[in-house]
């Protein structure tokens, strides 16, 4: 399995929001994503079998994993 993680030190994904991201919420008026980039990563992971998770703590980690590609 191949993953990449992003980290920052930053403020955080607010929980709403991040709720948006991972599927556990619906998007709706009051509870909108606040940034296409996430929410697309997110989509591609779903579609291709991978895994996006978000962490939080100090800053936000965001991870992605893939299956690796079969060799030919």
């Known amino acids: 399995m191949t993953e990449r ?5 930053g403020t955080g994904i607010p929980a709403g ?8 919420r619906e998007i709706s008026q009051l509870h909108e994503n606040g940034g296409l980039g996430l929410w697309l ?7 291709y079998d991978g895994e996006f998770d ?3 703590g100090d800053g ?5 994993r893939f299956d ?5």
């Not at 929001?17 to 556990?24: A, C, H, I, K, N």
Request: a negative charge; glycine letters at 10%.
């Open 5 to 9: 993680r992003v980290a920052d030190d």
């Open 17 to 24: 929001e991040r709720e948006v991201l991972l599927g556990e």
């Open 41 to 47: 990563v997110g989509w591609i992971a779903n579609r």
């Open 54 to 56: 978000i962490g939080s």
């Open 60 to 64: 936000t980690t965001v991870v992605l």
């Open 68 to 72: 690796s590609a079969a060799e030919p």
